[in-house]
C-alpha cells in the first residue's frame, strides 16, 4: 500500500508534542505505510478503517504518550495473536484495547517490521468483521473504595444502578485506574454527586 495522507491536525499536535515527539513521528510514519486514515480523536493521532455500506470508519490503532512511556494502542488489541508477547492489558478491567510501549526512538525502529504486521493484522480482524465479546458490568470488579460507599449509601447505589451499563462501566474504569487507593478514593469522592444527578462521567 502506498502512504497515505497526512492530516494537518496531526502535524499540529506532533508541532506542540514537548514530550515523545521523535518516538510519535517514527509511529506515525509506520502506521501511515498500511493505508490507514489519519484523524486526531480524543486528541490523540488515531488511525481508523473505512468501512463498508456506509457505516462510520473503525477505529484500529491510536498513538499516545504517557510519563512514563508512549505507545500504539489496538482497540480490539485482545483479538491479535501476539506472538511476540508484547500487548500489554492497561489495567484489568481493560476489555478489548491492548498497548505496545515503547520508552525511545531506538525500540521503535528496531521492531519497525513486527510493529507493521500487528498493524496489518489489526486491519485483517476488522476486514472479518470480529467483535470482541464484553462482559457484563456484573462481571466488574468494582473497587473496594467504590464498593465501601454503594454499601454505607443506599441512595448512591439506587443512583449508580439507574445509571446506562456504559456510563456504570466507564464509572467502573475510572475508578480502578489509579494504583493508589487514596487516588481512588478521591476520584469516588469527585464523582458522588454527578452518580447522585444520574449523570455519566462525561456527561
Not at 45 to 59: D, L
Not at 87 to 107: C, G, S
Request: net charge positive; with cysteine; glycine share 4%.
Amino acid at each position: 500500500m502506498t502512504k497515505n495522507k497526512m492530516n494537518p491536525k496531526v502535524d499540529a499536535f506532533l508541532d506542540k508534542a514537548t514530550k515523545w515527539q521523535k518516538e510519535f513521528e517514527k509511529l506515525r510514519t509506520i502506521v501511515l505505510d498500511s493505508g490507514l486514515t489519519e484523524e486526531l480523536k480524543w486528541g490523540q493521532p488515531c488511525y481508523t478503517f473505512p468501512s463498508s455500506a456506509g457505516r462510520q470508519e473503525s477505529n484500529i490503532v491510536l498513538i499516545h504518550g504517557f510519563k512514563e512511556y508512549c505507545a500504539l494502542l489496538f482497540f480490539k488489541g485482545v483479538l491479535l495473536k501476539d506472538p511476540n508477547g508484547i500487548l500489554i492489558q492497561q489495567t484489568k478491567n481493560v476489555q478489548a484495547a491492548r498497548q505496545i510501549r515503547f520508552t525511545n526512538v531506538r525500540e521503535i525502529v528496531k521492531m519497525k517490521r513486527i510493529l507493521k504486521t500487528y498493524v496489518h493484522e489489526a486491519i485483517e480482524v476488522e476486514k472479518a468483521g470480529l467483535k470482541v465479546k464484553m462482559k457484563k458490568t456484573s462481571e466488574f470488579i468494582i473497587p473496594d473504595e467504590f464498593q465501601n460507599k454503594l454499601d454505607k449509601k443506599p441512595a448512591l447505589k439506587t443512583a449508580f444502578e439507574a445509571l446506562t451499563l456504559g456510563r456504570q462501566r466507564a464509572y467502573i474504569f475510572y475508578f480502578s485506574q489509579p494504583k493508589q487507593s487514596k487516588t481512588r478514593e478521591s476520584r469516588v469522592e469527585k464523582c458522588m454527586q454527578q452518580i447522585l444527578n444520574g449523570k455519566g462521567l462525561d456527561d
